[in-house]
């Protein structure tokens, strides 16, 4: 038997923290609020629960699929560093057509 290796605490992003169901994104698609910004279109659906989910549609047209990774880690990246200062709601980012050539990163 192995000793018990020594684990790290996640820093990921929590299940219970993401929008997961094609059903959840269409009511957030329906039912929420659209934002737009040059990258994305972002939809928000407040929740009576009081926790913030957030979900992430990258397509095709986006480019291929390491442009489409890179633009989804960095949205995840987003939403884990700036989880208190989203809003309460379900939170829904789609990537524009051309958000992959943006050059986007992390900074200001």
Same mark, same amino acid.
């Given at each position: 038997?192995?000793?018990?290796?020594h684990?790290v605490?996640?820093?990921?992003?929590?299940?219970?923290?993401?929008?997961?169901?094609?059903?959840? +994104?269409?009511?957030?698609?329906?039912?929420g609020?659209?934002?737009?910004?040059?990258?994305?279109?972002? +939809?928000?659906?407040?929740?009576?629960?009081?926790?913030?989910?957030?979900?992430?549609?990258?397509?095709?047209k986006?480019?291929?699929?390491?442009?489409r990774?890179?633009?989804?880690?960095?949205?995840r990246? +987003?939403?884990r560093?700036?989880?208190?200062?989203?809003?309460?709601?379900?939170?829904?980012a789609?990537?524009?057509?051309?958000?992959?050539?943006?050059?986007?990163?992390?900074?200001?």
């Amino acid at each position: 038997m192995r000793p018990a290796a020594h684990r790290v605490p996640s820093r990921g992003y929590p299940k219970g923290a993401r929008v997961r169901r094609r059903a959840e +994104f269409t009511v957030c698609y329906e039912h929420g609020r659209r934002l737009h910004s040059a990258h994305f279109l972002l +939809f928000l659906l407040p929740r009576a629960d009081g926790h913030g989910r957030t979900g992430m549609a990258v397509s095709r047209k986006v480019g291929n699929a390491v442009m489409r990774n890179r633009v989804k880690r960095l949205l995840r990246e +987003f939403f884990r560093l700036h989880a208190e200062e989203l809003p309460r709601a379900d939170v829904v980012a789609v990537a524009k057509r051309h958000a992959g050539q943006a050059g986007l990163d992390l900074t200001a």
